[in-house]
């Protein structure tokens, strides 16, 4: 059982905008910023987004991020077949005093 | 340009020790302040973060491994090392080193990677 919740799956069409949530609690997202990754299988983790809505140099800017209290997620507009992956959000947890990561969700471009 | 290598024993038996090295090139781990970080992907599943190491020495782990990790660095090689001791099949896993974006981040941010490494426990 992650720390962070996660939906397992989400689906969307070509164009088509996507949101993933990932909840969390007082200790993680509630009081540290969230990150996203980005994992096509059989690949490294690719970071996405870092403290809540920063884009490292390459991420498009159809990827985007947000957080709302214990709550953070990551928005792709302009869905694109490439965009067919694992994606994972991360925080640091006060009372773990650990890095947590969400279960992840399996995105599928129909 | 950094990159990070992870290298070991492909298979480890039960109860036995599983001993990772990561080797830093395009840079050094003694002379920054990151946090180097270990993260493992069992098949199928998710990302676990094992543990991550300042070069001062400051150490952080997953408080469900805390009691069988042990990450160091050598900084006169550049390489990290992880040991996880007692493992069972519940180990196999992909391991991963990563490296976060900023000095000092602990936030759960690793933006440069190695490709990781298999390692099975069978006997």
């Known amino acids: 059982q992650s720390v962070l919740t996660q939906p397992p799956s989400a689906s969307g069409t070509p164009g088509q905008r996507v949101t993933i949530f990932c909840s969390g609690s007082?200790?993680?997202?509630?009081?540290?910023?969230v990150n996203w990754y980005q994992q096509v299988p059989g690949t490294a983790p690719k970071l996405l987004i870092s403290?809540?809505?920063q884009r490292p140099s390459g991420v498009p800017d159809r990827f985007s991020g947000s957080k709302s209290g214990t709550s953070a997620s990551l928005a792709i507009s302009g869905l694109q077949s490439e965009d067919e992956a694992d994606y994972y959000c991360a925080a640091w947890d006060d009372s773990l005093n650990a890095v947590v990561f969400g279960g992840g969700t399996k995105l599928t471009v129909l | 340009q950094l990159q990070l290598r992870e290298s070991g024993p492909g298979l480890v038996k039960p109860s036995e020790t599983l001993s990772l090295t990561c080797t830093v090139s395009?840079?050094?781990?003694?002379?920054?302040?990151?946090?180097w970080g270990w993260i493992r992907q069992p098949p199928g599943k998710g990302l676990e973060w094992i543990g991550s190491l300042h070069y001062s020495g400051n150490t952080y782990y997953s408080p469900s491994l805390k009691s069988r990790v042990t990450i160091s660095g050598d900084t006169s090689r550049d390489q990290l090392s992880l040991k996880l001791s007692s493992v069972t099949a519940a180990d196999t896993a992909v391991y991963y080193c990563?490296?976060?974006?900023?000095?000092?981040?602990?936030?759960?941010?690793?933006?440069?990677w190695g490709q990781g490494t298999m390692v099975t426990v069978s006997s």
């Open positions: 395009g840079g050094s781990i003694g002379s920054t302040s990151y946090y």
């Open positions: 403290s809540n809505n």
């Open positions: 990563a490296r976060p974006p900023h000095y000092y981040d602990r936030t759960g941010a690793f933006d440069i």
């Open positions: 007082s200790s993680n997202i509630g009081s540290n910023s």
